[in-house]
């Protein structure tokens, strides 16, 4: 992976934390991509001093907002020249409906929204030295999600793990949506089930018994670094430098929902999305 450029976001902790370090330790220049500074910074000097690899960088942005999205790549881009591997890992739960400063659900445009506008962004920079890839980052628990075409945004009811699991839903379609559209640009789109992982995820669950189910499954669940596996091997393996379209779990192709492959959907999704983010065009 050397000279190859690799941007983690939600790289301070958890999942995204040993992605970042795994690409870091193959030689890759590491992105890593966090909403807290501080963080990110003693996270990136962690990488560093574990993998004696000095082009390790931390940036500043927070996924759910446009407005940073924006700003983080205005910055990224005057910074760098080039982007071979973009993974969209951060996300997050949230135990009631908030919403951000734009107006959106807080879920939705963490999970969904956020990873949208900063692939749509950052596509000239994927375009400009191929072979490049595009790896988002979803959840088994896509199967329980339903969009709900009246109520993207949650107002009528609110369900925290359902949100959840709707947005990586939405996440799924659109990998598959966003790898037709780039077929033959030299980019590839596909999308990694890390499992079923100890992370920070239940750390916006501001409920008792949210907090406590979260707890009562740590034994039951795998660890940060065995659910970067995944997220590394897609980034990295020679094998799927032409693999588009696909979902990956273990190590392995694996099928999601079946809507998720419905053409219907993923358009009326995706055109759904450029009017929520006011985008005029993608890919």
Request: glycine share 8%; charged share 25%.
């Amino acid at each position: 992976m050397k000279g190859r450029l690799c941007i983690v976001t939600g790289a301070n902790s958890g999942i995204g934390y040993h992605t970042a370090l795994g690409l870091a330790q193959r030689d890759a220049t590491v992105v890593l991509v966090t909403r807290d500074q501080m963080k990110g910074e003693a996270a990136r000097d962690r990488i560093k001093e574990a993998t004696g690899n000095t082009s390790v960088y931390n940036m500043h942005c927070d996924v759910s907002d446009s407005k940073s999205i924006d700003s983080f790549t205005k910055n990224f881009t005057d910074r760098f020249t080039c982007l071979h591997v973009l993974i969209n890992n951060a996300g997050a739960a949230y135990s009631k409906r908030q919403t951000t400063e734009e107006g959106y659900e807080k879920t939705l445009a963490t999970n969904y929204l956020g990873p949208f506008r900063l692939t749509h962004n950052l596509l000239p920079m994927l375009r400009q030295k191929t072979p490049s890839r595009i790896i988002n980052i979803g959840s088994g628990m896509h199967k329980t999600g339903k969009i709900e075409w009246d109520d993207l945004q949650s107002e009528k009811k609110y369900k925290s793990m359902h949100a959840y699991a709707t947005t990586k839903l939405m996440l799924t379609a659109y990998t598959y949506a966003l790898a037709e559209r780039l077929q033959g640009t030299g980019i590839t789109a596909n999308i990694v089930e890390p499992g079923f992982v100890a992370t920070n995820l239940g750390a916006n669950m501001g409920g008792f018994w949210d907090k406590l189910s979260f707890k009562l499954v740590r034994p039951m669940q795998i660890s940060a670094e065995q659910g970067a596996e995944t997220s590394i091997w897609a980034a990295t393996d020679p094998t799927l430098e032409e693999t588009t379209g696909k979902a990956f779990a273990k190590k392995k192709e694996t099928k999601t929902a079946e809507n998720t492959y419905d053409k219907e959907i993923q358009d009326r999704l995706w055109e759904e999305t450029l009017k929520l983010l006011e985008l005029k065009k993608t890919a």
